[in-house]
Nanobody, 127 residues
Framework: QVQVVESGGGSVQAGGSLRLSCAAS????????MAWFRQGPGKERKGVAT????????FYADSVKGRFTVSEDNAKTTVYLQMNSLKPEDTAMYYC????????????????????WGQGTQVTVSS
């Protein structure tokens, strides 16, 4: 079992920055991928940034490329999402997710690829 807990959300004006944290614990050896998803009101949950914990490969949605950065600490227990140049359209609930190698893998931004989810942290960007 893997547990993930997000923190760091809040309200910020357009152009500002926030850093989200995802504290992971448990059987992390099962999680090759960690990812950040977001879900706006009435919208589907979509992948924002993903991280391959074995080789460090990252992926970003086009909407955040160049503005967001996903990283992991040296202890490999916390994953961060640095968000710069925030826009009102970035407003959403942000979720951290961890994969499980025993679960069918589709692709890094498919919600079905991830077994473990946090409760989410709200990010609100005002214009």
């Amino acid at each position: 079992q893997v547990q993930v807990v997000e923190s760091g959300g809040g309200s910020v004006q357009a152009g500002g920055s926030l850093r989200l944290s995802c504290a992971a614990s448990g059987a992390l050896y099962r999680s090759s991928y960690m990812a950040w998803f977001r879900q706006g009101p009435g919208k589907e949950r979509k992948g924002v940034a993903t991280l391959n914990r074995h080789n460090g490969t990252t992926f970003y949605a086009d909407s955040v490329k160049g503005r967001f950065t996903v990283s992991e600490d040296n202890a490999k227990t916390t994953v961060y999402l640095q968000m710069n140049s925030l826009k009102p359209e970035d407003t959403a609930m942000y979720y951290c997710a961890a994969s499980d190698h025993r679960t069918v893998w589709l692709d890094s931004v498919d919600v079905r690829s991830y077994k473990y989810w946090g409760q989410g942290t709200q990010v609100t960007v005002s214009s």
